[in-house]
DNA sequence: AGCATAATTTGAATCGATCCAAGATTTGCG
DNA sequence: CGCAAATCTTGGATCGATTCAAATTATGCT
């Protein structure tokens, strides 16, 4: 008497006819005559049947329509991150119009996020790279499904990425404070590698291994450069994207004799800790000193002041990210998006 | 010469042993010896075999370690609606934690809806009931698989669902305001049935089809009534959640001779709406009208003035809708969660 | 009725793995 | 060396459906 589940098989012998039509009538029910159909769905009913396992037919079908999107942040990361948010938010919108469904995948701990990107049932990754990026990328790798890597920090023309053009992006952000006639800068950096030093020194600057934070240093660097500013007397501080380390690379900038005017920060997150460090200690935003975020999270235009920042066209981003899976036609796409510089209330010209 | 995918038979065959060996080779390398696994591993990287497909694995093992969340709404209603947002933050929270992994289903279009959870590979579902939701519930009960109904509007105790105390919470919010000295009140509903009918009667709002919208009128009148203001007094105005319907309802509630002091709008939306629309009329809130939201949503805690409201618990109900999937016994639960008044600034005692 | 044609139904093969009882090898030890 | 115990490997059964060529039944027409 052990309720075991009810097969499609049980279904076409309670109906007196073959499994053959048994599937017919559930999943191309125009081809069988509409009295044996009826039949077959009387039966399925008195047994309680739930309808055809998506299991078995999965197997069978090949293509599953729906895509995954990984990250090795725990999965609350695609509601809570405003990054995260806004991407999700065009993906989802792209699979609506085609119909395709999204699993989330994720894990912090290693094993388990093996695991779960093994065993995910789906036609293709989206790869959100954070941090441990490269692991992550191994990973999805070797399922050899269409994949695609968003803002994935390496060199590596073997996989497909979607990024954005930091070096142009970085100089914008530069180009707009020395527009607004400020010379002395002072830069808040994302993780150059695996470790986080504090203050570091261009040289080391140049050697990052995360290929955004060094092209966005970069950036920074020719701009200033080309207003003639002496990179090597700007201050860079490596923070690890936290408040922190944020604070203590403030600290660190302002206990200086000379603190600098502007402040080119790598991302939102620690642009607008700096805004909350800068009114912690009375020093006026903008009148005081000037900050430049970097991503163009929405949280920029509700921070008091609003944050001036370089836009990632983050919606695009997620169409062209689903795009290339949906469309993945066998060779590898290298996409890099055009930044866009906005000006909020974050900047101004330097004290006199 | 096609290539046709790789398969474990084919590793096995390369290796010169019995696919059974290979899938052990895979999935419990430890009791396979250790020059035959080498063996199988090599064979594979040779083929190109991008380890076992999980669509095989699935047929035969059952469980499929995933959870669906479905919602009637477009899938990107996850990641823009701020109770959406909050209830599923706090749903993968509490997967991450059992590293269980989630699948958005949903789609606008019913067929596809339909076809769409006919087909999701989960071990049950978390359903997010909003408008349509009773279809919504059909569907999924057709799959027999364990699932919960958030904020259900429906009397049916055939199914498991979590909900909050709908008339202790209206009840709060109106004591609230009478405790402040408020007299004269109107009440911003949500729908009562399928159609939204704008101005309505307490007698029609007693037979309310959707359980929720009746329960928190109910609440409304009863205290009202307890605090002796004669209820039929008080109108009542139905809205359809959205921007054109709350402002026309307000239109009609200020162009009455004597208008209400203090608004009992039934969800957040409707009560930032109001704001809104007092701002852009000149009413000062809370100074000259107080507003009492009901849900409790992030966006109340920006507003201008911050919405007082009554509080769902929704990191509380996601964690029990994912309990009540992941530990499911064969029993419907019902669960009714309390709520909370939260106190901030859009209410205050009425003019003088 | 007789026959060609169209509409249905059948049943075996297949999708890609895991599991398990039984058989084959190794190892340990007197 | 021989035998029991321990360790590996094997191959068939199974998970739950879909598919398709072949067989069967129905329909149309003279």
Redo the contacts with the bound molecule.
Sequence with gaps: MAKR?????DVAVEA?????????A???PE???E???ERVFAAAQKLGY????P???L???GKVNAIGVATAEPLSYFFDDPFARVVMSSITQACDATGAGISLVSAVNQEQLAWNIQSAVVDGFIVFCIEGGSRLVDLTRERRLPFVALDYGFDDDSISTIGVDDVAGARMAALHLTGLGHRRFAVLSLQLADVTAGAISWVEADKAVYAGTRDRLRGYAEELAAAGIATNDIPLYETDNDWPSTAAGLEHLFAAPNPPTAILAMSDKVALHALDWFKARGIAVPRDVSVVGFDGVPEGLVSDPPLTTISQPMAEMGRRAVQTILGFDGTNRRETLDVALTVRGSTAPPPV
């Design positions: 589940p009810i097969r499609l098989a007196g006819v073959s499994h053959g039509t048994a599937s017919n559930f999943s191309r081809i069988v005559r009295e044996v159909r739930a309808g055809p396992d299991r078995g037919r197997l069978r079908a």
